[in-house]
């Protein structure tokens, strides 16, 4: 879903927007000890959880909503901001740190025009992430891009990789 897709998304009328999340219930079985399953067929759906979503979750599987606030606010893996297609996490664990994490951080935020402060682009095409480990200690510096890890990451090679990313959209735009 591109960034006008996903806009549109939650421009569409409640019971429209609500369609595919009725479908992730059903297949569920509208079973509460599926909470969490649920809650990341959402996100891969919406790219977050909307607040309004998690009430209609909540609503449908008959618990209360601060339950269903409780674990996506618990996990770290679920978002209840929108985020971009591209989801770039830097680690700043000690071996990515010590390796000079913070000078790829720096220049991934300048190539976006990113800060700490606003995370994603206002194309919604990429998010950046810090996290405290990615379990990939002997490729450090480590950045990973939605799924794929890139190891002894450069700030050159990771202005590289966006780049490649952007031409990739431009030719399937």
């Known amino acids: 879903m591109n960034a006008c897709e996903l806009a549109a998304t939650h421009l569409q009328s ?14 569920n079985g509208r079973q509460p000890q599926r909470l969490i399953p649920i809650l990341q067929a959402v996100q891969e759906e919406y790219r977050y959880l909307p607040e309004d979503v998690l009430t209609y979750v909540a609503t449908g599987l008959d618990i ?6 409780g674990v996506a606010t618990f996990y770290s893996h679920f978002a209840l901001e929108p985020k971009g297609k591209y989801c770039i996490r830097l680690c700043d664990g000690t071996a990515c740190h010590v390796k000079r994490s913070i000078p ?5 935020y300048r190539r976006l025009g990113l800060s700490a402060k606003r995370m994603t682009t206002e194309d919604m095409l990429f998010t950046v992430e810090t996290v405290a480990c990615l379990g990939a200690c002997g490729l ?3 950045v990973v891009i939605n799924e ?20 990739q959209e431009k030719v399937q735009a």
């Not at 790829?104 to 991934?108: D, K, N, S, V």
């Open 64 to 69: 209360p909503p601060a339950r269903v606030f």
């Open 148 to 167: 794929e890890v890139h190891g002894q990451m450069t700030p050159e090679a990771a202005i590289r990789l966006i780049d490649e990313i952007e031409q």
């Open 104 to 108: 790829i951080l720096e220049a991934i």
């Open 140 to 142: 450090a510096p480590v």
């Open 14 to 27: 409640p019971a429209r927007r609500y369609d595919k999340v009725g479908v992730i219930l059903e297949q």
